[in-house]
């Protein structure tokens, strides 16, 4: 079984036991619970659901596993011949999360 879940924008597909990586969730710790109540779509084998826009009464429930920093980005600026250079950095901040189960 699996669900189509969807998180500040963004669509993730998860199955039970599946670990996941969301944008970084600041007031939450590790061992806490998550659930997810924007189920888009879930799907059984050849059965499934479509929401319009989500599927009712079926939630995702995850556990926080812990925060990680992403790939370092580096952001660059410059202008030609006016002597502009401006380097940035950047490390995107994301959640863990291990799927636990989907309840219908």
Do not use: W
């Not at 659930?35 to 059965?47: I, P, Q, T």
């Not at 989500?54 to 580096?74: A, L, Q, R």
């Not at 952001?75 to 950095?89: A, C, L, P, S, T």
């Amino acid at each position: 079984m699996y669900a189509i879940i969807k998180d500040r924008g963004k669509q993730y597909k998860v199955e039970p036991g599946q670990s996941i990586l969301i944008d970084f969730v600041a007031d939450r710790n590790d061992a806490d619970q998550i659930e997810f109540s924007d189920v888009v779509a879930l799907g059984d084998g050849d059965k499934g659901k479509i929401g319009t826009p989500f599927v009712s009464g079926v939630k995702v429930v995850g556990e926080i596993e812990g925060h990680k920093k992403g790939n370092k980005i580096d952001v660059y600026k410059f202008k030609r011949r006016k002597d502009y250079r401006r380097k940035q950095g950047h490390r995107q901040r994301y959640t863990q999360v291990k799927i636990k189960e989907i309840v219908v």
